[in-house]
């Protein structure tokens, strides 16, 4: 093979597209509306759209080449972009683009067939085109070959011909969805074709799957790849025709092409009485340049392998499962027939029902009737993860488990199309299948980079050892932060585009404020264009200079801005946040007792006022628990102490309650953190976290009009204005909506059980990570993992940088060198000394994870190799960001209290 299989998608994802789960007896009610046919059902009705055709995720390159081009009527660069990339992925020279397939096969039998003729095909799902039109198709497949079930039996082809001279040989790559053909057969007929004096007429919408086939089953050719086989197939034909819905990951569009000009002529004088003027053929320039930029991208190896690795995977399953089924190239084709011998002749959609019914999947039922009884489960190419995929397959095995209880449809109105047809039944008591997956589809993918250990060592020096210096583009997994990483929803991005722009009041900030003071409950709302911004302005509004601001740990820009602001950190976590061993459930509440003597060693008014932080990123996304929240802010009520929430992952604190406190299990995320909410006076959010943003943030207060006014002055010298925050209307727009999607329970379960699966691979190999997991990362201990290296070595930062030598992941020290120094110059060397993995939300799947946990792994294992780390550049603050270092000569150690040379 050209190129192994991946062991992850070689992609992350860019956009995600929400799901509806709808109820087992909402279910109910659609499929009765629908009359007991799917056909009839909604997206927003179904959990999982097992089609493929129109529904496979595209490329950022695809999506972004929507607004390109020049919509012409005639002559549009679009079509000259298109025509290009047929010519040099396909190698056809002449095009004519047409508004389908359909409008494909309606040009080439108007220009060279009539009616009473019989065409020879190896595929029989075209009997839907042709025998309306009186075209009779003459089944020529082999029907014996075991892998190539896509041959012609070029003997009987030749009995055909003999018989009935007929318009064209009629040819598709993976016939039916089916069957794929070898590049010999495939050749073989093209000689006979030629010796004819007849056209081969190929259809190669599926022309990527049968290249895989070729490349793996047929001698000889396992070296070449997709690109080169993908021409060979298409170079056999006189002429080819695709669906730009299929491989080339269109929503629409097609064409057909030749290196025959007088076909061409053909071509586009009935393209322009049938489906428009030759340069547009019925499409949009917009479509042309997806097609166009699909076709570009969808030989990509690596792409390539891993789609077809899906599909086999999930075939394997339900056989495993004992489903009866037929293979596909795009999924597997269930025989219903088989599955539910007692339902009759329309057995394909009984089954179709009971699916729905059971699990909210649904499988259409195409074309005419009586065709055959199969039920295609068809994978939307590259937009669904293996996870969703096994769970998909698992509701059709326990399906099948209780087969014998799927009743017989009556039908009520018949007609020669399945999507026609009307049934009655009733509903068997069928258990539901209930999934616990990514509750999202893939909508738009971002390829990332696959770069060799050599390359991964030159990158780590040339950014001094630091992870926060490395090139995005040299990174394969990037688990540096979750800030302004997440995948926005399809749903967000239409309100981006829709927000109307202003430096006035936008309806996006009123949308904005109303989805604030609805999720969390207070009366005032500042927007600004992050959340260190937020934090910068509440420590100028509440400290004054030599008071102390109490906190469950630091955060590093946190802390900064409480200094600057002339305030004085103090730490008053439960000591348990620094004991990475502890299982402590809720590492993140505050030591009263703590609280208590800095105000008895203090007075009350010289606390600014509480920093309480939800998740406590520092300590391992470790969760504050209700009761907590409860005492201290009954303590600082007492004593007029304001508290102030770093909410920024409030939701992620919200759902572990949820999941650890009885009380609260059968309590929405929203309605957890609307309580959470209560015990606070005030809140900053860096919104790139929870919000599901790439930029924003919030400052919040509940009830306090001064504090909010103060705030505005400093809103409007900082950011911009004070209905803006310095962001534009359409960020306003996108954070809104985020906001919305972030108190999904679904979606909020699982973005916080992915980090929980990361770590058990990771502690089930004896890797040390923070005990308990947390939230938005999993923490690896590097004291514990690099035991032989003094904290001054830098153990967090050089482990860091060896798991992205070793795997190409990105991860962040969170250490001593996070810490910063102290007056006299020596590090903090703090307790904790952690890498952190952080998830983005809706970016990386458990294939990606499983990766990193393997490569991890492999590190763990020599691990007493690995040296420290010296400064050779120090900046006074935030040195992680900036700093760079060198490894450690022959085990010297950076001397306490001294930077190393060159540092700042």
Wanted: overall charge negative.
């Amino acid at each position: 093979m050209a190129t192994p299989v991946p062991v992850h998608e070689p992609h992350k994802v860019k956009t995600v597209r929400p799901i509806a789960f709808p109820g087992i007896e909402e279910r109910k009610r659609n499929l009765a509306a629908a009359h007991f046919n799917v056909f009839n059902l909604t997206p927003r009705q179904v959990a999982f759209d097992m089609v493929s055709y129109g529904c496979g995720a595209v490329t950022q390159e695809q999506l972004a080449g929507q607004l390109l081009g020049d919509e012409a009527y005639a002559g549009a660069r679009n079509f000259e972009t298109m025509n290009a990339q047929i010519t040099r992925v396909l190698g056809h020279t002449y095009v004519c683009p047409t508004h389908n397939t359909l409008g494909s096969v309606k040009i080439l039998l108007h220009a060279f067939a009539k009616s009473g003729q019989r065409l020879p095909s190896n595929a029989r799902a075209r009997i839907d085109l042709h025998a309306p039109r009186g075209i009779e198709l003459v089944d020529v497949r082999d029907h014996v070959e075991g892998v190539f079930t896509g041959n012609f039996d070029l003997v009987r082809l030749e009995a055909t011909i003999a018989a009935s001279r007929p318009p064209f040989i009629g040819a598709q790559a993976f016939a039916d969805g089916q069957h794929p053909l070898s590049l010999a057969n495939l050749r073989a007929v093209r000689e006979l074709a030629d010796r004819h004096g007849l056209r081969l007429v190929l259809d190669v919408s599926r022309v990527v799957e049968n290249a895989w086939y070729i490349q793996c089953y047929e001698p000889g050719l396992a070296d070449r790849t997709i690109a080169d086989l993908v021409k060979l197939i298409a170079k056999s034909a006189h002429v080819i025709m695709m669906d730009g819905a299929q491989d080339a990951r269109a929503n629409t569009g097609g064409f057909l092409a030749t290196d025959n000009p007088v076909d061409h002529e053909h071509f586009i004088n009935d393209i322009v009485v049938f489906e428009g003027l030759h340069t547009y053929g019925g499409m949009a320039g917009r479509t042309m340049e997806m097609i166009a930029r699909g076709l570009e991208l969808m030989c990509d190896e690596a792409s390539v392998q891993w789609a077809m690795a899906q599909t086999e995977r999930f075939t394997a399953r339900l056989r495993e499962g004992g489903v009866p089924l037929e293979r596909g190239c795009d999924g597997a084709y269930l025989q219903a027939d088989q599955f539910l011998p007692q339902a009759g002749a329309h057995a394909a959609h009984a089954l179709a029902c009971a699916l729905y019914q059971t699990s909210g999947v649904r499988a259409l039922v195409p074309g005419l009737v009586g065709r055959d009884q199969l039920l295609p489960l068809q994978i939307p190419r590259l937009a669904m993860t293996n996870r969703q995929l096994d769970q998909v397959a698992d509701a059709v095995i326990a399906l099948y488990m209780h087969r014998e209880q799927v009743p017989a449809l009556k039908l009520e109105r018949d007609s020669d199309w399945h999507d026609a047809l009307h049934f009655s039944s009733v509903f068997a008591d069928l258990a539901e299948y209930h999934f616990d997956c990514e509750p999202w589809l893939i909508h738009t993918l971002e390829p990332i980079a696959l770069t060799s250990r050599e390359q991964r060592e030159r990158a780590i020096r040339e950014a001094g050892w630091n992870t926060f210096l490395l090139r995005s583009a040299d990174v394969a997994i990037d688990l540096l932060t979750d800030s302004g990483t997440t995948a926005m929803s399809t749903v967000q991005w239409a309100a981006y585009d829709a927000a109307s722009p202003t430096p006035a009041t936008s309806n996006a900030y009123l949308d904005f404020v109303a989805a604030i003071c609805d999720t969390y409950g207070y009366d005032y709302v500042l927007p600004t264009h992050q959340g260190r911004a937020a934090e910068q302005i509440l420590s100028e509004v509440m400290i004054k200079p030599g008071q102390y601001v109490p906190g469950n740990m630091y955060f590093t820009t946190t802390k900064v801005h409480q200094e600057y602001a002339g305030g004085i950190f103090a730490d008053v976590i439960v000591d348990e946040a620094h004991d990475p061993t502890s299982n402590f459930r809720w590492k993140g509440n505050i030591d009263i007792a703590k609280v208590d003597a800095l105000v008895r060693e203090h007075g009350a008014d010289k606390i600014a006022y509480i920093s309480f932080e939800l998740s406590v990123n520092l300590a391992g996304g470790q969760p504050v628990s209700m009761d907590n929240l409860r005492e201290v802010y009954a303590y600082t009520r007492k004593h007029g102490i304001p508290v102030m929430f770093d909410a920024t992952r409030a939701v992620e604190n919200a759902y572990l309650i949820q999941k650890h406190d009885l009380r609260y299990r059968s309590t929405s995320v929203k309605d957890i953190l609307r309580e959470i909410m209560l015990y606070g006076d005030g809140a900053t959010v860096s919104g790139k976290k929870d919000f599901l943003i790439n930029i924003g943030g919030l400052l919040t207060y509940k009830d306090n009009a001064d504090w909010a006014r103060r705030s505005e002055a400093k809103l409007r010298i900082y950011e911009g204005g004070v209905r803006d925050g310095g962001l534009p209307a359409a960020d306003l727009a996108a954070m809104a909506q985020g906001v919305r999607e972030m108190v999904d329970d679904r979606y909020i379960r699982a973005r916080i059980e992915q980090s929980v699966r990361l770590a058990g691979w990771l502690r089930e190999a004896g890797v040390p990570v923070v005990e308990p997991t947390g939230t938005h990362a999993v923490f690896v201990d590097a004291r514990r993992f690099l035991p032989h290296l003094d904290q001054d070595e830098y153990p967090a930062q050089r482990l860091a940088s060896e798991i992205y030598v070793e795997t190409g992941v990105r991860p962040m020290e969170r250490g001593n060198v996070s810490s910063g120094r102290k007056a006299d110059g020596k590090n903090y060397r703090p307790a904790l000394e952690l890498v952190r993995l952080t998830l983005s939300r809706r970016v990386y799947t458990d294939d990606h994870l499983r990766a990193v946990a393997d490569g991890i792994i492999r590190l763990w294992q020599r691990r007493h190799e690995i040296g420290g780390l010296r400064f050779v550049y120090e900046p006074k603050d935030l040195r992680f960001f900036q700093g760079r270092f060198e490894p450690i000569p022959g085990g010297q150690q950076e001397q306490p209290g001294k930077r190393a040379s060159g540092a700042a």
